[in-house]
């Protein structure tokens, strides 16, 4: 069975770090751009940064660049991202995924909740 089971997530005051982790199981995802999503109360769900295969970011949103760091070990099989400068509209379900997504491959995500 595949699967991508991110964690990290938590409760953090404005200003604070934290830095998320998806372990991908089933297969590898070496050979194909990855991206981290985020869906917000109300919102749908928005692409947040992606990384190639070889670990070059291709694209973060305005909103979180200079404040997050895509970033991927493929021996490990694991995508990171590391949030610095939180802000409370930072607040979401942080998922992972291919970039482009795949449907079959949603996770449960892993809640990020930033209080000012």
């Known amino acids: 069975q595949v699967q991508l089971v991110e964690s990290g997530g938590g409760l953090v005051q404005a200003g604070g770090s934290l830095k998320l982790s998806c372990a991908a199981s089933g297969r590898t995802f070496s050979g194909y751009n990855m991206g981290w999503y985020r869906q917000a109360p109300g919102k749908g769900r928005e692409l947040v940064a992606s990384?190639?295969?070889?670990?070059?970011?291709?694209n973060y949103v305005e909103a979180v660049k200079g404040r997050f760091t895509i970033s991927r070990d493929n021996a490990k099989n694991t995508l990171y991202l590391q949030m610095n400068s939180l802000k409370p509209e930072d607040t979401a379900i942080y998922y992972c995924?291919?970039?482009?997504?795949?449907?079959?491959?949603w996770g449960q995500g892993t809640q990020v909740t930033v209080s000012s």
């Open positions: 990384i190639s295969p070889w670990g070059s970011p291709l």
């Open positions: 995924n291919l970039y482009p997504y795949s449907t079959a491959y």
